[in-house]
């Protein structure tokens, strides 16, 4: 599975450099390990069977990662009709309410940050997530998401100032 | 200039101009309220760094091992495929396909060659008659659970090859030097 072409890269190569950074990027987008797994290695395959087209490392990093991006976005929209059905099937409430107390000690014992990142609106939790773990830069983001550098700035500010509303709010819902 | 909110954003990502950046700077060290509006993205900014998320070490091998079982059953699945053709497509492709064989068929019998395929069961083999000691090599390292994606025999740039004897079947095992036979 060490195919290189002939561009004098690996699919090895590849794959020691991004793994690790879509990895991360794709959980902190889905919440779930085992998703982002699965979407890593979907991703990957997808890249082995057009290597050839992609002609050098850091273009194949912003294909992986356009990919596993939209991978990412499909298994949450998924995700989410599932739980909507299930919460219609069983008439399962959406939240329920808690004192004060106990809403701080369960924020202080979960990954509060990362339940308000996921309550962020798409466009905004994405562009913030490859700034973030993308160590991608506002020109190699806009390249991602097909958008303006003037775009991105924009939408990063505002995800930031969504996020401290919710962190600070104390309105992250954590289930 | 002073610098709103989106600027020291901006700022903190390092995506502003040299120009800019100075302003940015004279206005931190001078403005307390401009100062605190920065900290909050800075503080953003750690609890995001800090945020807990699993090791991916394991992940990161588990995938690679993964990527190869999947690609493997793909590429099987891609011979035992089952296609779905719509009826009166299939019953098309019968009739061209019966036309065109009848033709050859016709073409065939015209020309005195057999209209009948080759029968089946006939095996063509070919033996080559290797230097024992690379033989040995090769069956030692394969015998060793070494493995190989391609194994490269070079013939000579003017090979001249000729049939000897008949071909024979020999059963597995049998040692090829007792036969004295080439073939």
Request: hydrophobic share 35%.
């Amino acid at each position: 599975m060490s195919g290189s072409n002939d561009r004098g890269f690996s699919f090895s190569d590849v794959y020691q450099e991004v793994f690790p950074l879509l990895v991360r990027v794709v959980y902190r987008i889905t919440g779930d390990s085992e998703a982002a797994e699965e979407i890593c290695q979907e991703a990957f395959i997808r890249y082995y069977e057009r290597m050839n087209t992609i002609p050098d490392i850091p273009q194949a990093k912003y294909w992986l990662i356009r990919v596993g991006k939209n991978l990412a976005l499909n298994h949450e929209k998924r995700k989410g009709r599932e739980r909507r059905a299930y919460q219609r099937a069983y008439h399962e409430p959406k939240k329920n309410p808690e004192t004060g107390e106990e809403s701080l000690l369960k924020a202080e014992s979960q990954d509060t940050v990362q339940k308000a990142l996921e309550q962020l609106p798409e466009k905004m939790r994405t562009v913030l997530v490859l700034k973030e773990y993308g160590d991608l830069n506002y020109r190699e983001i806009a390249s991602v998401l097909g958008i303006s550098e003037g775009n991105v700035k924009v939408r990063v500010f505002r995800a930031r100032e969504r996020l401290l509303q919710l962190l600070q709010g104390g309105d992250v819902y954590v289930p | 200039m002073y610098p709103d909110d989106q600027l020291l954003s901006a700022y903190l990502d390092g995506e502003v101009s040299d120009e800019t950046r100075a302003h940015v700077e004279e206005a931190l060290a001078a403005d307390p309220d401009c100062r605190e509006r920065y900290d909050r993205f800075c503080m953003l900014r750690r609890s995001l760094d800090q945020a807990p998320e699993p090791d991916f070490e394991d992940a990161q091998h588990r995938v690679w091992y993964a990527i190869g079982s999947a690609r493997k059953a793909r590429s099987e699945r891609l011979w035992s495929r089952r296609v779905s053709i719509p009826i009166p497509a299939a019953v098309a492709a019968a009739v061209v396909a019966f036309a065109v064989g009848s033709v050859f068929t016709l073409l065939a019998v015209a020309d005195g060659l057999p209209s009948d395929p080759p029968t089946a069961g006939v095996v063509d083999e070919s033996r080559i008659r290797l230097d024992r000691a690379e033989v040995e090599q090769l069956l030692g390292a394969m015998n060793a659970g070494e493995s190989y994606r391609e194994i490269r025999i070079d013939l000579p740039e003017s090979p001249r090859f000729e049939v000897r004897g008949e071909p024979a079947l020999v059963p597995i095992g049998r040692d090829d030097a007792s036969e004295g036979g080439d073939s």
